[in-house]
Antibody
Framework: QVQLQESGPGLVKPSETLSLTCAVSGGSFGTYYWNWIRQPPGRGLEWIGYMYYSGSTKYNPSLKSRVTISIDTSKTQLSLKLRSVTAADTAVYYC???????????????WGHGTMVTVSS | QSVLTQPPSASGTPGQRVTISCSGSSSNIGSNYVYWYQQLPGTAPKLLIYRSIQRPSGAPDRFSGSTSGTSASLAISGLRSEDEADYYCAAWDDSLSALVFGGGTKLTVL
């Protein structure tokens, strides 16, 4: 079955760029919407954005100016770049598979285990 | 401040029926499906209810979802100790053009 595995640096300095990857195994990118979601320590979930396998993207307006999501289909990897980070970006970052229904995001049926990123000097 | 409003906590004893509410607006719950995710301690969220009332395969039928206007509810019947977790509602918001989550409800089984 499809499995997702996030990876990347656990510590990022303020003002730098956070870069994470999500490896997709056991399946392909085809016809799905690949998402990033984050969860600050002790707090709730926040949707960051998605990329469709064909390349279209949609981002949360609150993060849009700092976020880029991309897909490397040859490596079956999803990537996240978040620029100019601050302590408020400290969180567990999850990748998740979704789809669309009537133009809106449908369920996230498969999630990665998540990776903790701390922003600190 | 989350776009969808959930009570921060809920509790019940084994065997009881518990409901968790999720309040939104006409741009999210009022016009789009609602999703519920269960997050057990130290783990990633897991899909529990999709398209407001549907259960994915593997989700116990003790869990059920409903909506009414701009609010949604998750009901858990026959409460078990393993149901102790955080529960999040989510819906697409047409005004924000973004997926929004509730702040989460921590369910304690007494």
């Amino acid at each position: 079955q499809v499995q997702l595995q996030e990876s990347g640096p656990g510590l990022v300095k303020p003002s730098e760029t956070l870069s994470l990857t999500c490896a997709v195994s056991g399946g392909s990118f085809g016809t799905y919407y690949w998402n990033w979601i984050r969860q600050p320590p002790g707090r709730g979930l926040e949707w960051i954005g998605y990329m469709y396998y064909s390349g279209s993207t949609k981002y949360n307006p609150s993060l849009k100016s700092r976020v880029t999501i991309s897909i490397d289909t040859s490596k079956t990897q999803l990537s996240l770049k978040l620029r100019s980070v601050t302590a408020a970006d400290t969180a567990v970052y999850y990748c998740a598979r979704g789809s669309l229904i009537w133009g809106s995001l449908d369920a996230f049926d498969i999630w990665g285990h998540g990776t903790m990123v701390t922003v600190s000097s | 401040q989350s776009v969808l409003t959930q009570p921060p906590s809920a509790s019940g004893t084994p065997g009881q029926r518990v409901t968790i509410s999720c309040s939104g607006s006409s741009s999210n719950i009022g016009s789009n499906y609602v999703y519920w995710y269960q997050q057990l301690p130290g783990t990633a969220p897991k899909l529990l209810i999709y398209r407001s009332i549907q259960r994915p395969s593997g989700a116990p039928d003790r869990f059920s979802g409903s909506t009414s206007g701009t609010s949604a509810s998750l009901a858990i019947s026959g409460l078990r100790s393993e149901d102790e977790a955080d529960y999040y509602c989510a819906a697409w918001d047409d005004s924000l053009s973004a997926l929004v989550f509730g702040g989460g409800t921590k369910l304690t089984v007494l």
